[in-house]
């Protein structure tokens, strides 16, 4: 599994795994990290110019915050922030008091269904936190109902390391972003797929896995299998009735 292992014991991978008699190793292929204030500031971007922030993720919090410790500059407590979840929302508080913000949250996730709430307040200026891989589908869609907003890019994703002699002997291996992929052709240049099988979650991995000429064996989401663990749990079903 090519990202960090749960934060409790209560993940319904464990389950899997007590289901069908099989180990799941977690091992992160990629990790985030911060651009540092000096890197930041080449973008001249000034946070203060800003009246609202946008975050899409926990990690854009996380380093929109560490970047503004960093460069000693203070958010004001008038500082709106727009969510894609309220779950991201939440996270805010590991920095701010909640209580005293303006905070507005979308229900799905999707940049698209929090829009409506933004263009409500179309007088924002708006900053959007976002990583060194991103699309301009942000950008786009703020475009067209011609809100004032900048992307800026405040994170960065990186490939972990491999020791020479770490075992890389698995059945099967899960990616969940294109970086992952890109992760093991850089530790593995002589990598041969041979009978492992290799799972995607999203259409931008699976893209980046044929890409790369190697095997799909396990596509999600679907609609029969919406998360990686309904799909894993399908998956090893089948192949157990194979046997």
Do not use: W
């Not at 869609?141 to 020479?164: P, W």
Request: aromatic content about 12%; charged content about 25%; some cysteine.
């Amino acid at each position: 599994m090519s990202q960090p292992k749960p934060a409790t014991e209560k993940s319904p991978y464990y389950d899997i795994a007590q289901k069908y008699g099989v180990d799941i190793d977690f091992r992160p292929f990629i990790k985030v990290e911060s651009l540092s204030a000096k890197e930041f500031r080449q973008q001249k971007v000034a946070i203060l110019d800003y009246t609202a922030i946008v975050f899409t993720s926990r990690h854009a919090i996380d380093h929109f915050f560490h970047i503004c410790a960093e460069m000693r500059v203070t958010i004001p407590e008038t500082m709106k922030y727009f969510c894609v979840t309220e779950a991201i929302a939440l996270y805010i508080q590991k920095y701010v008091q909640y209580r005293k913000r303006k905070i507005f949250f979308g229900s799905t996730g999707k940049f698209e269904d929090l829009l409506p709430t933004i263009v409500k307040h179309k007088n924002e200026k708006y900053l959007v936190p976002m990583s060194d891989i991103h699309t301009d589908e942000i950008k786009s869609m703020m475009d067209k109902y011609k809100l004032q907003h900048t992307e800026a890019v405040m994170y960065r994703t990186v490939s972990n390391e491999f020791a020479d002699d770490e075992p890389f002997d698995y059945d099967m291996v899960i990616f969940f972003s294109p970086a992952g992929v890109a992760s093991l052709q850089k530790n593995f240049p002589n990598f041969a797929q041979g009978e492992m099988k290799i799972a995607s979650f999203g259409g931008a991995t699976a893209q980046a896995i044929r890409d790369a000429s190697f095997r799909l064996d396990l596509e999600a989401p679907t609609a029969q299998t919406p998360s990686m663990t309904a799909a894993l749990d399908h998956y090893l079903k089948e192949n157990q009735k194979e046997k």
